[in-house]
């Protein structure tokens, strides 16, 4: 038989909205707790500006998120080393850090 009147109709709205509802979902990106994220622009390089937690917006394909972890992060330094009466003894240091939000893009462009 032939096919119902009307389904070819169907079928392009419905391939219209899977492809509606995919651009949406890639426009989209969630920045975590705890993290940045910088824009890099296919067509102006990296961004001047940061992005804090929640939910943003992109241009699929031209703009790229690049996520960064700003929580302070522990770093333990052991070092021997010899005491007046020439003992041998084990120093650790502890050393928190993290990277400055603001100095984010910047970061980026010169280490990567």
Not at 27 to 33: A, E, I, L
Not at 91 to 102: E, G, Q
Request: aromatic share 8%; glycine share 12%; hydrophobic share 40%.
């Amino acid at each position: 038989g032939k096919a119902p009147k009307g389904l070819g109709l169907g079928v392009k709205l419905l391939a219209a909205g899977a492809a509606a509802a995919y651009g949406l979902q890639q426009s989209m990106f969630t920045v975590d707790g705890g993290h940045r994220a910088i824009i890099f622009n296919r067509i102006g390089g990296i961004q001047d500006y940061n992005l804090a937690e929640g939910l943003h917006f992109r241009l699929p394909w031209f703009q790229y998120p690049i996520v960064y972890d700003i929580r302070a992060r522990p770093r333990k330094i052991t070092s021997p080393t010899g005491s007046k009466d020439l003992q041998m003894v084990n120093i650790s240091l502890r050393v928190l850090s993290k990277p400055n939000p603001n100095a984010l893009p910047v970061i980026h462009q010169q280490l990567g």
